[in-house]
């Protein structure tokens, strides 16, 4: 079964610069395209950003755009997500997925989730 375990959560001021990252175990990791989502108390979980198996296609939601990046290592079975200028509204529990191959931008399509990490941005 594929394990993915994200960590770098964090308190951060608005502003601030932050990197999660997630490690994915027991699969081909290079064989996965890759996504973050975030899920605020009492809201859905909404699609952050998406990188495809070969980190050549990256996708983001209009509110990260410009601000977030995400990238991957394929050597070392991660993902990460550069998050800089963060913003109250950015406060959230944040997840990676991973699907085979195809990026996609719906939580539904994805097989495999992290536990999250909790992103908090005070103003």
């Known amino acids: 079964q594929v394990q993915l375990v994200e960590s770098g959560g964090a308190s951060v001021q608005a502003g601030g610069s932050l990197r999660v990252s997630c490690v994915v175990s027991?699969?081909?990791?290079?064989?996965?395209?890759m996504a973050w989502f975030r899920q605020a108390p009492g809201m859905e979980r909404e699609f952050v950003a998406t990188?495809?198996?070969?980190?050549?296609?990256?996708y983001y939601a209009d509110s990260v755009k410009g601000r977030f990046t995400i990238s991957r290592d394929n050597a070392k079975n991660t993902v990460y997500l550069q998050m800089n200028s963060v913003k109250p509204e950015d406060t959230a529990v944040y997840y990676c997925?991973?699907?085979?191959?195809?990026?996609?931008?719906?939580?539904?399509?994805?097989?495999?989730w992290g536990q999250g990490t909790q992103v908090t941005v005070s103003s």
């Open positions: 027991r699969g081909t990791f290079s064989n996965y395209a």
């Open positions: 997925a991973a699907r085979l191959f195809l990026v996609s931008m719906t939580s539904g399509t994805y097989t495999y």
């Open positions: 990188i495809d198996w070969r980190g050549s296609s990256t």
